[in-house]
Nanobody
Framework: VQLQASGGGLVQAGGSLRLSCAASGPPFRNYYMAWFRQAPGKEREIVAALDWSATSTRTADSVKGRFTISRDNAKNIVYLEINNLKPEDTALYYC???????????WGTGTLVTVSS
C-alpha cells in the first residue's frame, strides 16, 4: 500500500487549499481513510476521516466548518478541502488508511501547508 499526499504550499491566511492523497495497492474503496496533521513542536492530530462511500464523515472540532474530507473511489484519491486557512493550520498533513474508525494501518507521506498571516 502506498499513500502519496500532495497539494500543500504557502498560502495567505484566509486562503484555501485542496490536498490530495493518491492510494495504490489493495482496493481503495474497501477502506476508511483519514487525514492527520502535525505542527512543529506539537503532537499529531487527526483532522478528518470518512468511510468507504463517504456516507459517514468525521471532522475534528478544531477544524469543523473549514475542513472537508471527500474521496473519489474511481481515482483512488482522498481529498481534504481547507478553507479560511489560519496560521495555526501550518503543519505537515498526511493521510492514512483506516480500519473503520478504530486504528490506522498504513501511513502516507506528507505535504506541507504553511499559512502566512
Amino acid at each position: 500500500v502506498q499513500l502519496q499526499a500532495s497539494g500543500g504550499g504557502l498560502v495567505q491566511a484566509g486562503g484555501s487549499l485542496r490536498l490530495s492523497c493518491a492510494a495504490s495497492g489493495p482496493p481503495f474503496r474497501n477502506y476508511y481513510m483519514a487525514w492527520f496533521r502535525q505542527a512543529p513542536g506539537k503532537e499529531r492530530e487527526i483532522v478528518a476521516a470518512l468511510d468507504w462511500s463517504a456516507t459517514s464523515t468525521r471532522t475534528a472540532d478544531s477544524v469543523k466548518g473549514r475542513f472537508t474530507i471527500s474521496r473519489d473511489n474511481a481515482k483512488n484519491i482522498v481529498y481534504l478541502e481547507i478553507n479560511n486557512l489560519k496560521p495555526e493550520d501550518t503543519a505537515l498533513y498526511y493521510c492514512a488508511r483506516a480500519v473503520m474508525y478504530t486504528y490506522m494501518d498504513y501511513w502516507g507521506t506528507g505535504t506541507l501547508v504553511t499559512v502566512s498571516s
